[in-house]
């Protein structure tokens, strides 16, 4: 039995946030608001691509 589509969806964001990079970069938008990807390279060590990857 499939859980139900919350759940899954749920299990997936907790699983992204234990990454610590996507921790890093939604704690820059949570503090400054939103950004572009350039924007977050500016104010983060982390490339332009990683952030994307990320992101995406």
């Not at 749920?10 to 939103?34: C, K, M, N, S």
């Amino acid at each position: 039995m499939r859980p139900p589509d919350g759940e899954r969806q749920a299990v997936a964001v907790f699983a992204a946030l234990t990454d610590p990079t996507r921790r890093a970069l939604l704690e820059e938008l949570a503090r400054a608001g939103p950004a572009t990807v350039t924007d977050l390279a500016r104010r983060l060590p982390i490339s332009r691509q990683a952030i994307a990857k990320h992101l995406g």
